[in-house]
């Protein structure tokens, strides 16, 4: 079972670069959402998606945008990267019935320099 | 505004010891309440609350709910060095579409 899988689980950029963090999963899951965590903050939501053609943005949404062109892929795209984006970031999926319990990825650290 | 707050931030513990994590929260219009486990990688789900006095047990974790007070507690009895992880509280609020608002974790370390 594959589950929810993120690339790359790695990434270090410069300071403008931009690149697309990937998240897909196989459990025909209608609710997807993105996550940050930071030291000491906890998990913070920056963009989730209901269902295919249909996303809105969470607590931190600034610097990130998403689409959701199918039920299992759930790309988070960074435009132009800045240090305040340094962080790991999660890709979650749940049903529709019960969306508050999410599955999650292995994270991506990214770094930005 | 919502938020979620979990005490202590860091933890440890001999293998054997019991520990209680608690996790205060102010939202509005409350949901469900969900505890999570976080080792090395990805957070995992243990429980989810949503009624007042009702634990919820699983092994040697336990969790219940005060809804009037507005916490939770998670319980580990018997703890062994694999309970080492951040434990995270999220709580649910009605009609926000599943968003859940993350407390801060606390971090548990059993020392053998």
């Known amino acids: 079972n594959a589950g929810v899988t993120q690339t790359p689980k790695f990434q270090v950029l410069k300071t403008g670069q931009s690149m697309t963090l990937q998240c897909a999963q196989d459990m025909n899951h209608e609710y997807m959402s993105w996550y940050r965590q930071d030291p000491g903050m906890g998990l913070r939501l920056i963009h989730y998606s209901v269902g295919a053609g249909i996303t809105d943005q969470g607590e931190v949404p600034n610097g990130y945008n998403v689409s959701r062109s199918t039920t299992e892929d759930f790309p988070l795209r960074l435009l132009s990267a800045a240090p305040s984006q340094t962080s790991v970031y999660f890709c979650?999926?749940?049903?529709?019935?019960?969306?508050?319990?999410?599955?999650f990825g292995a994270g991506t650290r990214l770094s930005v320099l | 505004e919502d938020k979620v707050v979990q005490s202590p931030l860091s933890l440890v513990v001999h293998e054997g010891d019991t520990v209680t994590l608690n996790c205060s929260y102010e939202?509005?219009?409350?949901?469900?309440l969900l505890w999570y486990k976080q080792e090395k990688k990805a957070p995992t789900f243990l429980f989810m609350l949503?009624?007042?006095?009702i634990e919820k047990k699983s092994g040697r974790l336990s969790s219940i709910l005060d809804k009037k007070e507005l916490f939770s507690i998670l319980n580990i009895t018997a703890t062994q060095t694999g309970d080492s992880a951040i434990y995270l509280c999220?709580?649910?609020?009605?009609?926000?579409?599943?968003?859940?608002?993350f407390g801060q974790g606390t971090e548990l370390s059993v020392k053998p």
């Open positions: 949503t009624s007042s006095g």
């Open positions: 979650a999926s749940s049903k529709r019935d019960t969306k508050n319990i999410q599955y």
């Open positions: 999220a709580v649910e609020a009605v009609d926000q579409g599943g968003k859940l608002i």
């Open positions: 939202v509005t219009n409350f949901r469900s």
